[in-house]
């Protein structure tokens, strides 16, 4: 019973930036390792990025390592993605995700994530 809302997704430019929210309810926030997915047309949904329960490990897809950040304040069962130095292709609809298992590195694996937001577009022009 784990709830999360997306936000913050748009049009961009090329080179800009974008932060998305996750808010998290239904679950004691900080016991869920949290992690962004995200989904292009015609394309499988892939790991992007994810975070440890309380922040101290995180995990990222080679393809935005430099330019993503993921972090989390747990007072407010927030989870968020800066997104710098968008490219065109970034875009797709990005998905908040949780895993409840409670282990100390992030996993890429879809299936290893038990919930999931509704997702939030994310869009990005060349």
């Known amino acids: 019973q784990v709830q999360l809302v997306e936000s913050g997704g748009g049009l961009v430019q090329a080179g800009g930036s974008l932060r998305l929210s996750c808010a998290v309810s239904?679950?004691?926030?900080?016991?869920?390792?949290m992690g962004w997915f995200r989904q292009a047309p015609g394309k499988e949904r892939e790991f992007v990025i994810g975070?440890?329960?309380?922040?101290?490990?995180?995990n990222y897809a080679d393809s935005v390592k430099g330019r993503f950040t993921i972090s989390r304040n747990n007072a407010k069962s927030t989870v968020y993605l800066q997104m710098n130095s968008l490219k065109p292709e970034d875009t797709a609809v990005y998905y908040c995700?949780?895993?409840?298992?409670?282990?100390?590195?992030?996993?890429?694996?879809?299936?290893?994530?038990?919930?999931w937001g509704q997702g939030t577009q994310v869009t990005v022009s060349s």
């Open positions: 975070i440890s329960r309380i922040g101290g490990t995180t």
């Open positions: 239904g679950r004691t926030f900080s016991s869920l390792t």
């Open positions: 995700a949780a895993d409840t298992r409670g282990t100390y590195r992030p996993t890429s694996r879809r299936d290893e994530y038990d919930y």
